[in-house]
């Protein structure tokens, strides 16, 4: 099993910017995603890369808005969120799966069997 780290969250105005970081225990071969949770909604998956055809995908809420991109080097995944809305408050969690590639969307929370603690985002009104 993979270890994920997030870092990155906090609080932003309205329009603002945030980047976060998901460090990774191993890297190669792994799909890393981006999901999120509202309260009370369901953990959604934004973004995610594979690592091992360098496929991506965007939930709809934020394509054009956040960029996904990774550092092999640095084993470490980034999501650089741009134009942030309030609507954008969330936890934000990363999550792992051996050789998953990406052709639409990012799949359901069971696709994925590693996850890191969270990083919450405030955006604020």
């Known amino acids: 099993e993979v270890q994920l780290v997030e870092s990155g969250g906090g609080l932003v105005e309205n329009g603002g910017s945030l980047r976060l970081s998901c460090a990774a225990s191993?890297?190669?071969?792994?799909?890393i995603a981006w999901f999120r949770q509202a309260p009370g909604k369901e953990r959604e998956g934004i973004s995610c890369?594979?690592?091992?055809?360098?496929?991506?995908a965007y939930a709809d809420s934020v394509k054009g808005r956040f960029t996904i991109a990774s550092d092999i080097a640095k084993r470490t995944v980034y999501l650089q969120m741009s134009s942030l809305k309030p609507e954008d408050t969330a936890v934000y969690y990363c999550?792992?799966?051996?050789?998953?590639?990406?052709?639409?969307?990012?799949?359901?929370?069971?696709?994925?069997?590693?996850w890191g603690q969270g990083t919450a985002v405030t955006v604020s009104s």
């Open positions: 191993s890297f190669d071969d792994y799909a």
């Open positions: 890369i594979s690592n091992s055809d360098g496929s991506t």
């Open positions: 999550a792992a799966a051996w050789g998953f590639v990406y052709s639409g969307d990012c799949g359901t929370p069971g696709n994925y069997d590693s």
